[in-house]
Every structure is written in structure tokens, then in C-alpha cells.
């Protein structure tokens, strides 16, 4: 059977599918017989199949011409399976300690097939909500960040093989638009995509659409994320796009990849942990109060940061004579001012993480699409009394994200607003 062009698949198809691919046929022994597959796409955009056998497994990911959770009403490129794949593998390649290996990719299906992650991983954002500590999420995540923003970025390579790179991933332009709308735009005005805790977050919804200082940050936020090609960043690196065991800490799901701002990678990850924060209170009962919890994603967040700074900041000194052309070695070759650029530079990205946190924030809370993390919580009242401290602190951030120096500074706000 040939498979010339596109068609969405199902059980019976994959499994011709697979047995027409040698790359995933034997992974699988070629036993077709004792062959288990289960569809578990639980995301907004794409078909996932488990395809387990005694001899090995895989996940099969189909991305299809539509929004998944709003149908063919709202069409979405499937060329975006292309770009999840390169960027699984651009950064499988930089570290492959937290990055699903891929095993095959077919454009005209737009089918990667890559490593299975098997139990017990679960889904980062389940993790949290039912209160697991991951002692080494901290360390792993800022380990991918470090490593894949550092590599792709002019500190490390010539404009030349970065203008390569970043016009490739231009192509991604339909996602990046969808992230605009989303993420930039629909929060500060009447949509309707727009949704919030009703009628509790009313007025509050309201108050973000007629808040001048924060639309002026945010046009600033939007006009960096168009425009600064930084370097290749995930692009939607929220807890539902890593897979955890409390040894293991894998990123999924990169189909949002392009050349942007690093404080959208860093933001995001760091804003969905402060919204599983605010959503601590929700999920407590009579034999978990979850204080000590809340104090862990505290701690996690500083961590997140402090070695990610500490990562970055050394990879940048060990490679500082090397060919990146942001700083040339012959015109930054005094010991000194080789840090005053360092901490100008960081600083900057502490500030673009800040702010691109705070906006991913806001729009989870008063926007399209929302987070397991307060959805799950059914008690509308609490669940608005959750979000309104984390939008709150959303909106606080995002303006005065300028003032703040350290992590230490940002911990002590989300603290104080509870």
C-alpha cells in the first residue's frame, strides 16, 4: 500500500501504515499479532497512537488540517508535524536526556513516529494537580532550556547559520499567528474564543480589556515575540508539554517551534508553575492541606531560574572565544566587560521571562484555552477565588516586571497575593 498522500488515520490504517514503514515495523519485531494500540490525543490539535507489542513500542503522532477540539470550522496547517519534528530533533540532539527520540517522519501524512514514554510518566500538569514532588524537575528543565536556547542562539553560532535556521522555521507562521491571537491578543478584547470562571470573573475579564498600561506592555511582549529571533524556542512549553517521573523529565510536543524571544520558553514553564500554585487551595482537603506543597513549587520556581541562569551563563563563558558573532571575542576581551555584558543580557531575559509569563497567565484565565489545573477544581466560586490572585499577579508582572532583580523578589509577590 502506498502512501501518497494525506489521510487522517485510524487503528486499521495505522496498522497498514506500519507495516508499509521498516522504521516502525522494527521497532515492533514485524509481530503484528499480540499488537495492543490506544488513541490518547487528550490535546487541542492532534491524533496520538500508543502502538505497544511484546517486542517494543512507539507513539505514533498525526497532525490533521483542523483545530482537534473545535473541528474543520477552524482549519490549522498539518505542515506543522514538519516542524515538530525538526525541532524534536534539533533539540533531541542538543539534549537528548530530555527529548523523545523520533524515529520517523513522513511529511505528506505529516506522521512522526517517535519513542513511547511509558508508565509511570504522566503528564507534568496531572502531576501537580494531584501534588507530586519531581526532586529533579528543576534540574532537568533547566538543563533543556540552557542547552537548546543557548546552541541556537548568535552567542554560539555565525548570523549565517542562524539566518538559515531562522528562515526555515518561518515557515511555522500559521502556529505563531494562532499564538498571537491567542496569547497577545484576544484577552484585551471582545472575543468569542474569549472564556472565564462566569459569572465570578466577569468584571474582572473586563478590567483586562480596558487596561491601557497593560495593553501598552503587552504590544511591546507581541512585538518582541514577531520580531526578535533569538533563538529556536519550543514555543508552548507549558506543564502539559513534559512528561515526568520523579527521575525522569522529557519535553513533548514542539509543534509551536520558531525562532523567538527565549523568555517565551523560560515564561511559559515558570507561569504555568505559579498558576499551579494559585490553584493549590482547590485541590486541598481535610487530609492534605497542600501548605507544603505550595512551598515546593515555590522552591521549584527559584531553582527553574537560579540554574538556568547558572547553565546559560556557563555555557556562554566556556564557548566566549568560539565562532557565536553576538560578541566578538576581539571587541569583548577584557574580563569585565565580557560580564557587564553577561549580566545586561541576563537581566533583559529575566524581564522578557517575566513578561511572557505573566501574558501566557492571563490568557489561561480569561482567554481561549484554559488549565487542567483550575478547570478540574468544580466548584466554580473557588476556582474564580483561585484565579483571581494568580490574574492579579499576572497583571501586576506583566507592568512592572522591570522592577523586579531577582527570582527571590518575584516569589516574595506571588507570596504576598494569595
Known amino acids: 500500500m502506498a502512501f501518497t498522500e494525506f489521510r487522517t488515520l485510524d487503528e486499521k490504517y495505522l496498522v497498514e501504515y506500519i507495516k508499509a514503514t521498516p522504521a516502525l515495523s522494527d521497532k515492533i519485531g514485524n509481530n503484528f499479532d499480540d499488537l495492543k494500540i490506544k488513541?490518547?490525543?487528550?490535546?487541542?490539535?492532534?491524533?496520538?497512537?500508543?502502538?505497544?507489542?511484546?517486542?517494543?513500542?512507539?507513539?505514533?503522532?498525526?497532525?490533521?488540517?483542523?483545530?482537534?477540539?473545535?473541528?474543520?470550522?477552524?482549519?490549522?496547517?498539518?505542515?506543522?508535524?514538519?516542524?515538530?519534528a525538526l525541532a524534536l530533533r534539533e533539540h533531541g540532539r542538543l539534549c537528548p536526556e530530555n527529548v523523545p527520540e523520533v524515529y520517523h517522519f513522513d511529511r505528506t501524512m505529516s506522521v512522526i513516529g517517535m519513542r513511547y514514554l511509558e508508565p509511570p510518566h504522566i503528564i507534568l500538569r496531572k502531576g501537580l494537580i494531584a501534588g507530586i514532588e519531581y526532586p529533579l524537575l528543576a534540574e532537568h528543565i533547566s538543563d533543556y532550556m540552557a542547552k537548546t536556547l543557548y546552541h541556537t542562539s548568535l552567542l554560539y553560532r555565525t548570523t549565517t547559520e542562524h539566518k538559515h535556521d531562522v528562515a526555515e522555521f518561518c515557515g511555522n507562521v500559521e502556529l505563531c499567528r494562532l499564538t498571537e491571537q491567542v496569547v497577545f491578543s484576544d484577552p484585551y478584547k471582545v472575543s468569542d474564543f474569549n472564556r472565564c470562571t462566569s459569572p465570578y470573573l466577569d468584571r474582572d475579564a473586563e478590567a483586562v480589556r480596558e487596561d491601557d498600561i497593560l495593553k501598552l506592555e503587552v504590544a511591546e511582549l507581541k512585538s518582541k515575540f514577531c520580531e526578535r529571533a533569538q533563538a529556536l524556542v519550543h514555543g508552548d512549553l507549558h506543564t502539559g508539554s513534559v512528561m515526568v517521573t520523579r527521575e525522569s523529565t522529557q519535553v513533548i510536543d514542539p509543534e509551536f517551534a520558531f525562532y523567538g524571544p527565549m523568555g517565551f520558553d523560560i515564561?511559559?514553564?515558570?507561569?504555568?508553575?505559579?498558576?499551579?500554585?494559585?490553584?493549590?487551595?482547590?485541590?486541598?482537603?481535610?487530609?492534605?492541606?497542600?501548605?507544603?506543597?505550595?512551598?515546593?513549587?515555590?522552591?521549584?520556581?527559584?531553582?527553574?531560574?537560579?540554574?538556568?541562569?547558572?547553565?546559560?551563563?556557563?555555557?556562554?563563558?566556556?564557548?566566549?572565544d568560539g565562532s557565536g558573532e553576538a560578541y566578538l571575542p576581539g571587541i569583548y576581551n577584557k574580563p569585565e566587560l565580557h560580564q557587564l555584558v553577561q549580566i545586561k543580557f541576563?537581566?533583559?531575559?529575566?524581564?522578557d521571562t517575566l513578561g511572557f509569563g505573566a501574558a501566557k497567565m492571563i490568557r489561561r484565565i480569561v482567554g481561549v484555552a484554559h488549565v487542567e489545573d483550575f478547570e478540574s477544581i468544580t466548584d466554580a466560586s473557588k476556582r474564580a477565588q483561585c484565579e483571581r490572585p494568580a490574574l492579579n499577579l499576572a497583571k501586576m508582572l506583566l507592568k512592572e516586571r522591570r522592577n523586579f532583580q531577582s527570582i527571590d523578589e518575584v516569589v516574595s509577590a506571588i507570596q504576598q497575593l494569595q
Open 267 to 320: 515564561g511559559a514553564f515558570i507561569g504555568n508553575l505559579i498558576l499551579a500554585f494559585y490553584a493549590q487551595d482547590g485541590h486541598a482537603d481535610q487530609g492534605n492541606d497542600r501548605k507544603t506543597y505550595k512551598e515546593w513549587i515555590l522552591r521549584t520556581i527559584k531553582e527553574t531560574w537560579s540554574l538556568f541562569y547558572k547553565k546559560f551563563t556557563a555555557l556562554w563563558d566556556e564557548h566566549k
Open 346 to 351: 541576563m537581566q533583559d531575559l529575566f524581564h
Open 39 to 84: 488513541e490518547v490525543g487528550d490535546g487541542n490539535l492532534n491524533f496520538v497512537y500508543i502502538v505497544v507489542s511484546p517486542a517494543g513500542s512507539f507513539v505514533v503522532k498525526q497532525a490533521i488540517p483542523y483545530v482537534r477540539c473545535i473541528g474543520e470550522s477552524w482549519p490549522m496547517t498539518k505542515e506543522r508535524a514538519y516542524f515538530e
